[in-house]
């Protein structure tokens, strides 16, 4: 069974800094680009950043590049997100998620963890 | 960047009645990179359709995806209670993916 776990989460002032991990099971981790969805309360979903299975390629939303870094440790089957310089519009709940299996496939993601509540407030 | 637009932002309907959910691109996507997704209240997203067409595992035959170029739609023959939810399409063909800002199907 796959299963997508995120941890990390929690209340940080602006400014500072907080790392959201997923720990993923049941599947070939390396084998798949993996990817961070936000959702903000109330509103839709935003794609954030990919990562591609060797760290060769990685992708952001415009409005946290520079701030965010996507990586991953493919020996400990986990993916990570460090978040820095986080703002009020930051906050929500952050889904790692992972693709259908496929070359043509890497942005449908078939699996979502359960979310992690980031909250950026003073 | 490619922006999706959803409509109806909210549908009104009965179970057994058909919904017709559309997704507008502002600009062509490249080779069917369209997909469906379902969310209900404090769960993660469910994907319905991928490549436009291509039903996710799982998802019943009511749910039918279609489309191409700018103009996608998600149609759901006999609404089941179970459907009753928020829709989004998100486009994975250039980057930054990005999503519509949601349909919510709503019982009349």
């Known amino acids: 069974e796959v299963q997508l776990v995120e941890s990390g989460g929690g209340l940080v002032q602006p400014g500072g800094s907080l790392r959201v991990s997923c720990a993923a099971s049941g599947f070939t981790f390396n084998s798949y680009w993996m990817s961070w969805v936000r959702q903000a309360p109330g509103k839709g979903l935003e794609w954030v950043a990919s990562?591609?299975?060797?760290?060769?390629?990685?992708y952001y939303v415009d409005s946290v590049k520079g701030r965010f870094a996507i990586s991953r440790d493919n020996a400990k089957n986990t993916l990570h997100l460090q978040m820095n310089s986080l703002r009020a519009e930051d906050t929500a709940v952050y889904y790692c998620?992972?693709?259908?299996?496929?070359?043509?496939?890497?942005?449908?993601?078939?699996?979502w963890g359960q979310g992690a509540l980031v909250t950026v407030s003073s | 960047e490619i922006v999706l637009t959803q409509s109806p932002g909210t549908l009104s309907l009965s179970p057994g009645e058909r919904a017709t959910l559309s997704c507008r691109a502002s600009?062509?996507?490249?080779?069917?990179?369209l997909a469906w997704y379902q969310q209900k209240p404090g769960q993660a997203p469910r994907l319905l359709f991928y490549?436009?067409?291509s039903r996710a595992t799982g998802i019943p035959d009511r749910f039918s995806g279609s489309g191409s170029g700018t103009d996608f739609t998600l149609t759901i023959s006999r609404l089941e209670p179970e459907d009753f939810a928020v829709y989004y399409c998100?486009?994975?063909?250039?980057?930054?993916?990005?999503f519509g800002q949601g349909t919510k199907v709503e019982i009349k």
């Open positions: 990562i591609k299975q060797d760290e060769s390629e990685k």
């Open positions: 998620a992972r693709p259908v299996w496929g070359p043509e496939t890497r942005g449908a993601f078939v699996y």
């Open positions: 600009q062509s996507i490249i080779r069917y990179y």
């Open positions: 998100q486009q994975y063909g250039s980057s930054p993916w990005t």
């Open positions: 490549g436009a067409s």
